[in-house]
């Protein structure tokens, strides 16, 4: 009798700190969700030359970051990673650009690894 009482009493006592945890970890994860939030929001908006390429040519483009948060222009972008992806997503190429102010300027030459199109 007193064994099994022993066993309620600590499958009890093993539930309730379980219970414990679980309501810190929530109320750790409301913190987290509302902190990230709070970070600055960035949109980036890319203009290009044209929509059709021919393989040998290349993509000019022009871009800026947005903060969505304020609704200006972000003067705080460095560094600005654009790819180019193909219709089944996978990424053909991908090169790192420098923003000066909130503007970027590149561009992504197309060889023979690309198709022709938009």
């Known amino acids: 009798m007193k064994s099994s009482i022993a066993i309620l009493l600590l499958i009890f006592t093993f539930n309730f700190s ?4 679980s309501e810190t970890n929530i109320n750790k994860s409301s913190s987290s969700y ?3 939030f709070e970070l600055p929001r960035k949109s980036l908006h890319l ?4 929509s059709s390429y021919l393989r040998g040519e290349k993509i ?11 609704h200006n222009l972000d003067l705080n972008t460095r560094n600005v ?3 180019v992806y193909n219709d089944a997503g996978e990424i ?3 090169k790192l650009f420098l923003a000066i ?4 300027t590149g561009q992504i030459s197309i ?3 690309f198709t022709d199109g938009e």
């Open 111 to 113: 060889d023979s690894t």
């Open 47 to 50: 203009h290009l030359n044209k």
């Open 92 to 94: 053909l190429d991908k």
């Open 101 to 104: 102010g909130e503007l970027f």
């Open 18 to 21: 379980f219970a414990q945890l």
């Open 81 to 83: 990673e654009v790819g």
């Open 60 to 70: 000019w483009f022009q871009g800026y970051a947005y903060n969505r948060k304020t």
């Open 34 to 36: 509302e902190k990230y």
